[in-house]
């Protein structure tokens, strides 16, 4: 079955540019009508959905977070990728990739996480 | 943005009790696109209900969604013991974006 995989660094410096990678296994990215998207959660605290990405490199991202965001896909390297930056201490978080069956659906599969720390 | 509060925060309940958890929404969503997900402790969420009332693959049938409008609602019929966990309700019917609640955490009394 599908099976999503979050790689990155653990640790930022603020003010720098966050880079993550999450790799599609068991599956196509560009297959069926998903989308996949970025979500964040805070030591302790809420989700919070950062944006998602279709196979094709269209794009819908959180309002609150568009500014310093971007979600890019390799469909040759069956992954996608996020890029955040102006980094600063709120933005320490678990980050996961997943993936919605529709436009506008639920996410149905998910990455185990990566924690990202930014600390100088 | 759709403010989504979850009540309570906390519910302390015994196994095979009844769980009611509730999610109002700062304003209308479709009933099509709310879900809830379950997480357990260094786990990722996992997805339970969509579209306010279906479950998901491999959900058992004590799980049940229901509500419209501002108020939803998910209920766990008689609660086991793997049933402990922190529950949230996501709206993602929203054209600016897409949210989730702060929680609800069902703990053993």
């Known amino acids: 079955q599908v099976q999503l995989q979050e790689s990155g660094p653990g640790l930022v410096k603020p003010s720098q540019t966050l880079s993550l990678t999450c790799t599609v296994s068991?599956?196509?990215?560009?297959?069926?009508?998903?989308?996949w998207s970025w979500i964040r959660q805070p030591p302790g605290k809420g989700l919070e959905w950062i944006g998602y990405?279709?196979?094709?490199?269209?794009?819908y991202y959180n309002l609150s977070l568009k500014s310093r965001v971007t979600i890019s896909v390799d469909t040759s390297k069956n992954q996608f990728s996020l890029k955040l930056s102006s980094l600063t201490a709120a933005d320490t978080a678990v980050y996961y990739c997943?993936?919605?069956?529709?436009?506008?659906?639920?996410?149905?599969?998910w990455g185990q996480g990566t924690m990202v720390t930014v600390s100088s | 943005e759709i403010v989504l509060t979850q009540s309570p925060g906390t519910l302390s309940l015994s196994p095979g009790e009844r769980a009611t958890l509730s999610c109002r929404a700062s304003q209308s969503v479709s009933s099509s696109y709310v879900a809830w997900y379950q997480q357990k402790p260094g786990q990722a969420p996992r997805l339970l209900i969509d579209g306010a009332f279906s479950r998901a693959t491999g959900i058992p049938d004590r799980f049940s969604g229901s509500g419209s409008g501002t108020d939803f609602t998910l209920t766990i019929s008689r609660l086991e013991p793997e049933d402990f966990a922190v529950y949230y309700c996501h709206q993602y019917g929203s054209s600016s974006s897409w949210t989730f609640g702060q929680g609800t955490k069902v703990e053993i009394k």
């Open positions: 068991g599956g196509s990215i560009s297959s069926g009508d998903y989308y």
């Open positions: 990405i279709y196979y094709s490199g269209s794009t």
């Open positions: 997943a993936r919605g069956d529709g436009e506008r659906s639920a996410f149905d599969i």
